[in-house]
């Protein structure tokens, strides 16, 4: 599973950046912006976990979020599509799987995902592995597509979702397989409540959440109690 998706992010991140913009109209990036102002502690060294082509990291410098972002994703083609944007930033990068993060335990004063965690194929297992990463009272944020329970999320996902994803992002980028599997990795993942209960089952407390666009994305971020 883990080869499969790494393969699709292989083979799509020449054209990443555009199927986003083209895919939300561009709020992705506004839910970037806005997942950042969950953080509560005073920026620092934080980690970009899934980091992709490092907009999630880029958006945290320039919103004064972080002093530092170390940008950590298992396929090196998206982290090549983003270096000429992380080129004279405070950012770094190194490949690493999010099972087995390549960081010392207690490294970082905040963790943050944006779209990645619906990946890992073990959400609580990758939660445990962020929370070693993790400082006592650090920080972790979570932007994602979490499984649709209101209707207005089920109506997107059932219509633009099943529908435009796979046939624009297909478009955008000629494989239309890897839009499909987006919308899938959706409809199965957990919920938002669901995600809140793994985060207090991995020792998280303090949750905040905010809904993008009506609830279609939400961003979540909590401390790490002890
Ligand atoms: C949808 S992209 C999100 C990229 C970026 N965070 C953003 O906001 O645009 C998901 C990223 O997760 C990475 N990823 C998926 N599974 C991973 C894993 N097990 N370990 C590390 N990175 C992973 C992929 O390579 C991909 O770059």
Redesign the pocket.
């Known amino acids: 599973m ?1 080869e499969t ?2 393969e699709m ?1 292989g083979r799509i991140a020449p054209t ?1 950046d555009l199927a ?1 913009r083209v895919l939300s109209a561009r709020r ?1 990036v506004a839910w ?1 912006r806005a997942a950042l102002r969950l953080l509560q502690a005073p920026p620092g060294d934080v980690l ?6 490092f ?2 990291a880029l958006e945290a410098i320039a919103s004064g979020h972080a002093l530092r972002v170390h940008g ?4 090196l083609p ?1 982290l090549k599509a983003g270096t000429a944007k992380r080129s004279a930033t405070a950012i770094s990068a190194a490949a ?4 087995h993060l390549p960081y010392a335990s207690g490294a970082f004063d905040a963790a943050m ?4 965690w619906r ?3 073990d959400p609580a297992g990758s939660l445990a592995e962020l929370a070693r990463v993790l400082k006592p009272r650090g920080e972790i944020l979570i ?1 994602e597509f979490f499984r649709p329970v209101r209707l207005w999320p089920k109506v997107f996902y059932g219509t633009f979702g099943r529908v435009m994803m796979p046939l624009v992002g297909g478009l955008v980028s000629g494989d239309r397989a890897a839009y499909t599997y987006l919308n899938a990795s959706i409809t199965t993942f957990v919920s938002i409540d669901e995600a809140e209960a793994l985060l207090r089952g991995a020792g998280f407390g303090q949750l905040r959440r905010h809904a993008c666009f009506g609830g279609v994305s939400h961003a979540l971020a909590a401390t790490k109690e002890a």
């Open positions: 883990s998706v790494k992010f990443y986003n992705d970037r970009d976990l899934a980091c992709g082509t907009d999630l950590c994703d298992f396929s998206m690493g799987d999010a099972l995902v944006a779209y990645g990946n890992f194929g932007l």
